[in-house]
């Protein structure tokens, strides 16, 4: 029991990067990108072809980060200069990505890195990989408070006004597009190094987990500001392990069942903030109808309407 | 300055709905110009205005800033120039940032957005002195989310940011149309202000009849996508409403007709 939260808590700071990138894309940009089932490959595949070639690991995962960015870039290129629908251009990316995955893996579905080095051989992960997601959170809240972040953070807030105070929208969202991606495979080859193998399906899914683990973060988090909801996104993804260790200790529960867990997670989440809203909505409606309405009847009526 | 030449605009070509919003304009600004626009729906006021600005081209004819053709540049590049309010109080400011945030991307009007924070001590002090001269508080609000200001405030701050760096064009579309009338009074009197002072040039679009007469120097009519009657200064000075709806129906052979028209 112990162990195996333990274990999701250190593979919840791997996905914690790629849940990252889903907030720069789906909450920051406001652009639902499903690029991220290919590149999450990408950067797996990536990583373990230069790995299990006797290249430096960390140069690996360097390459696999590069790999994403170039993957993203060819969405927002899609999306802002071939004018293609985002859903639409992430779609498209998603399935070329495919083919891409398995020539960069040499037409192999799986590699596997058996002993050779990965980032993870000789390290301590609980001390190395909290540092390095702080490193990464630093990274992202120093550039999304430049001038450049800020203008990328506004394409999502309001594209039309930012444009209007002079920034090119096209280039901060294939920038966002781009940084989001990279994150992605980053994520994937760490994935990859620390289970050992990759595989052309590693990514299926990962946009849904991304977005349950945003949205578990600013549920239980919160997500005042940028600072807050970036550090709610880490939390949220570690969550999201826990949850999905302790649903695999349920006996009735299959590891297949996972899928359908997290598509709930994500429909409760979207769903409930517009239901409990209208239902406010209504209720106030009702409130001030009742109070306007008792006004006016007895103004109008001096109270003989109920008579 | 400002020079609209023989600018044209047609809308859904070659379609049932086809709709010419342009028809050869001309208009020229001088600097230090202060034009009030008026005319009725569908003149083609805004579509002036998305022309200067960049969000549309042109069919035909050329905006020049200048003595240089602009018509060819993205609404981004010409920002250096033109500010711009829009008539929705939620158009102009970016909600779920900080009055500082979106201060600070105003400020940025065409430089290149690079790595340098957005934020310093010395921006920040610069900041609150201009919302000072609003003279509605929002100096000690800094890092409030602009969502959570009513429409007069974040009217007040899109104009703040529109001449935040004394751009050489002002071009302001019904921007008090959307606001109650003490609102709209607030906006008027603050856009009165803050173009005199930094004697920015100015084309600004109002249903207020009153207020096209009274501001700038310059009145201009529209009509059916036409300039119909520029009045100047010395006329403009001893203008009754009266005259000027006299003068519309008179040259355009209809009634002025717009459902937000004000008169006084
Ligand atoms: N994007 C557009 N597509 C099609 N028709 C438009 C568009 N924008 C404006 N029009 C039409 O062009 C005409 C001029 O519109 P507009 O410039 O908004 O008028 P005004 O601001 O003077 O009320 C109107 O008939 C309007 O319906
Ligand atoms: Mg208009």
Redesign the interface.
Known sequence: MLSSVLGAIELGFLYALMALGVYITFRILDFPDLTVDGSFATGGGIAAVMISNGYNPLLASIVAFAGGIAAGACTGLLHTKGKINGLLSGILMMIALYSINMRIMRGKPNIAMISVDTVFTSINPWIVLPIFIIIVLLLMN??L???????L??TG??D??????????DTTKIIGISLANGLVALAGALIAQQSGFADINMGIGMIVIGLASVIIGEAIFGAR?VIHATIAVVLGAIVYRIVVALALRVPWLDASDLKIITAVIVIVALVFPTVSRSIKQKKLAKKRTAELTGVLSKGAAGGDLHA | MLEINQVSKLFNPGTPDEKIALNHINVNLRPGDFITLIGSNGAGKSTLMNIISGVMKPDAGDVMIDGKIISHLPEYQRSRWIGRVFQDPMAGTAPHMTIEENLAMAFARGKRRGLKMSIKASRRQMFRESLERLGIGLENRLRAKVGLLSGGERQALSLLMATFTQPDILLLDEHTAALDPARAELITRLTESIVREMKLTTLMVTHNMEQAIRLGNRLIMMDKGQIILDIDEQRKKSLTVEELLGEFARISGHKLSDDRMVLA
Not at chain 1, 162 to 168: D, E, F, K, Q, T
């Open positions: 120093w550039f408070h430049t001038d450049l972040g800020l203008a953070r506004a807030d309001n039309r006004m930012i444009r209007s105070l002079g920034a090119n929208t500001n």
